[in-house]
């Protein structure tokens, strides 16, 4: 089997695309002292993505605002969210938002 150089080409500088950015932070990252401000800063980055995330699959759909009172995803999160919060138990939060999405698009 031939590899055309071009299709090489793409193949190698994709690699290197999807690559540098995750090497390089840690090397550069691992060689300083970050002070106290900027980890305290750091650890909010994953709640900021996650709701980003889940805010986005909530309340657009379609590109536009999806009107609360046929939105099933978004009143089948808030017993979701209060589990959430009561039991700190990612089992627990998972089989009440899989229930709750599944008994709320049953009646709807």
Request: no cysteine; glycine share 4%.
């Amino acid at each position: 089997m031939e590899i055309r150089p071009d299709i090489f080409l793409v193949i190698f500088l994709a690699a290197l695309v999807t690559f540098l950015p995750r090497v390089l932070p840690l090397m550069l990252l691992s060689r300083i002292s970050i002070p106290d401000w900027g980890m305290r800063w750091l650890s909010y980055v994953p709640i900021a993505v996650m709701a980003a995330l889940v805010a986005q699959e909530l309340f657009i759909e379609g590109g536009k605002f999806a009107a609360l009172s046929t939105n099933v995803e978004l009143i089948a999160a808030l017993p979701t969210f209060w589990v959430a919060v009561r039991t700190r138990s990612l089992l627990g939060t998972v089989v009440t938002g899989i229930l709750s999405l599944m008994l709320l698009r049953m009646l709807f």
